[in-house]
Each structure stands twice: as C-alpha cells, then as structure tokens.
C-alpha cells in the first residue's frame, strides 16, 4: 500500500498551480508528513503579510534556491496570483489544493497527466471537454460509463479526449465539486 506523503507549501505552490496550468511541478524533495506545513496552513500562517514579505518567506523555504530559476520565477508568481483571487476564489484553491495533496503519488500523477492532456487541447475543445467533465461528475458512475462509451460521445470526442475525461474522472471523487461555467477549476 502506498504512503500518502504531504508536500512541502512550496511544492505544493508547484502542484496545484503548475498542474493547473498543464505543467509538472519540479520535484524539490519531500519531508515527513510530520513536518509537513500545507499549503492553507503556510498561507494562514502568512496572510499578515503583503505580498512581497510571503514572497522572500517563499524563498526562506528549504529547497527553494535548490529549484531551476525559472521554476522560482514560476512559484513566486503563482503566489501572486494566489494573492489577487478573491477571498472564496483563494479558499476553494486551498481546499482544492488540499485535496489533492491527499491524493496518493500515482492518482497525483494521474491527475497532473489529465489535467496536462486537457490543457493542451485548443481553448474551444478545452471548455467543451471541461463541460462533459463537469456533466460527467454528476452522474452515477453506472450512466457515466454508458455515455462515455456512447456513439454520440464518440462521434463529439476523440480518443485522446474521451480518456482525458476517464482520467479525470477517476481522481473526481477525490476532488471538490466545480463551480465554474466554462472550465473545472484548475487555477486558468
């Protein structure tokens, strides 16, 4: 059985963030989960301070001045981004981030490769599958299955996208339902 390790705020920063755009995060190592500060609780920790104070904070990080400078640049500005959301935009990406940092490391890979897939998909396929991904979600897993696996969803779908969906799919149980219109909520 594997064990769920928990990822350091800069990772995870990396995680969510670098996920949600259809990149992998840079793998900075990772520390006992009884070390582990959470993203949330990094970001509670630091919610006091502006801006650039949390940025030199990011990069006091052990490990930080470890990664690629373009990874930096990456997490640093991920965190301002983080910043300039909204209050129930920001605590939806924590509790998302959270979730996802519960994911065991194949489901994780599992849902950076999906979430990749879809991000590489020209913006008008992207938001027709976010759609179906979003109809799927709510369905039982029964009539899912049928739909998927349906003529009209072959004809609308290609492979690559139909297993981005099953992909996707499979990590959802994990992961809080989306409120968007267009897209799941994957920090575009």
Same mark, same amino acid.
């Given at each position: 059985?594997?064990?769920?390790?928990?990822?350091?705020?800069?990772?995870?920063?990396?995680?969510?963030?670098?996920?949600?755009?259809?990149?992998?995060?840079?793998?900075?190592?990772?520390?006992?989960?009884?070390?582990?500060?959470?993203?949330?609780?990094?970001?509670? %920790?630091?919610?006091?301070?502006?801006?650039?104070?949390?940025?030199?904070?990011?990069?006091?990080?052990?490990?930080?001045?470890?990664?690629?400078?373009?990874?930096?640049?990456?997490?640093?500005?991920?965190?301002?981004?983080?910043?300039?959301?909204?209050?129930?935009?920001? %605590?939806?990406?924590?509790?998302?981030?959270?979730?996802?940092?519960?994911?065991?490391?194949?489901?994780? !890979?599992?849902?950076?490769?999906?979430?990749?897939?879809?991000?590489?998909?020209? $913006?008008?396929?992207?938001?027709?599958?976010? $759609?179906?991904?979003?109809?799927?979600?709510?369905?039982?897993?029964?009539?899912?299955?049928?739909?998927?696996?349906?003529?009209?969803?072959?004809?609308?779908?290609?492979?690559?996208? %139909?297993?981005?969906?099953?992909?996707?799919?499979?990590?959802?149980?994990?992961?809080?339902? !989306?409120?968007?219109?267009?897209?799941?909520?994957?920090?575009?």
């Amino acid at each position: 059985m594997a064990q769920s390790v928990s990822v350091s705020p800069k990772f995870a920063l990396a995680i969510h963030l670098s996920a949600a755009q259809g990149r992998p995060p840079a793998h900075s190592g990772q520390r006992s989960q009884q070390n582990q500060e959470h993203l949330g609780q990094w970001m509670d %920790r630091h919610s006091n301070l502006p801006l650039d104070q949390q940025q030199r904070a990011l990069q006091n990080e052990p490990g930080f001045h470890n990664l690629p400078a373009q990874t930096q640049q990456r997490m640093l500005n991920n965190l301002g981004r983080l910043n300039n959301m909204s209050p129930e935009q920001r %605590r939806r990406t924590l509790e998302r981030n959270e979730l996802l940092e519960r994911l065991s490391p194949p489901q994780r !890979q599992q849902w950076r490769s999906a979430v990749q897939q879809l991000g590489g998909l020209p $913006r008008d396929r992207r938001r027709v599958v976010a $759609r179906a991904f979003r109809d799927l979600r709510d369905m039982p897993e029964p009539q899912r299955q049928t739909l998927l696996n349906s003529d009209r969803f072959r004809s609308q779908f290609s492979d690559g996208e %139909r297993n981005t969906l099953s992909n996707l799919l499979a990590v959802e149980p994990y992961l809080p339902s !989306q409120r968007s219109n267009d897209t799941p909520d994957l920090g575009r």
